[in-house]
């Protein structure tokens, strides 16, 4: 079981940064992809950016590369969305989700049913 704890949303201009952080307990942390999705007003979820349980191997959205970037912490059980050059298009409800198996695919990172685990959700509101 893993248990999924979101923080650092809020509220920046357009152009500003944000670094979201999800705090991740239960035993099973270090060997669990993670991925960062995003739901907007009216909008589907979607996966920003994915990263597996060693952090060698990432993904990310066209609407995420080249200004997210996701990391992880094994040793303090954290993943992090650091995000740069926000947009008001960015403005959502930020996700964080675990895999409960090791095993992932590259085709596999940006679907929402590969993930067991989800948090409640932080909200980032870019302004223009």
């Known amino acids: 079981q893993v248990q999924l704890v979101e923080s650092g949303g809020g509220l920046v201009q357009a152009g500003g940064s944000l670094r979201l952080s999800c705090a991740a307990s239960?035993?099973?942390?270090?060997?669990?992809?993670m991925g960062w999705f995003r739901q907007g007003p009216g909008k589907e979820r979607e996966c920003v950016a994915a990263i597996n349980w060693s952090g060698s191997s990432t993904y990310y959205a066209d609407s995420a590369k080249g200004r997210f970037t996701i990391s992880r912490n094994n040793a303090k059980n954290m993943v992090y969305l650091q995000m740069n050059s926000l947009k008001p298009e960015d403005t959502a409800v930020y996700y964080c989700?675990?895999?409960?198996?090791?095993?992932?695919?590259?085709?596999?990172?940006?679907?929402?049913?590969?993930?067991?685990?989800w948090g409640q959700g932080t909200q980032v509101n870019v302004s223009s």
């Open positions: 989700a675990a895999r409960r198996r090791t095993n992932i695919t590259i085709h596999q990172y940006p679907i929402s049913d590969t993930y067991d685990y």
């Open positions: 239960g035993r099973t942390f270090s060997s669990a992809a």
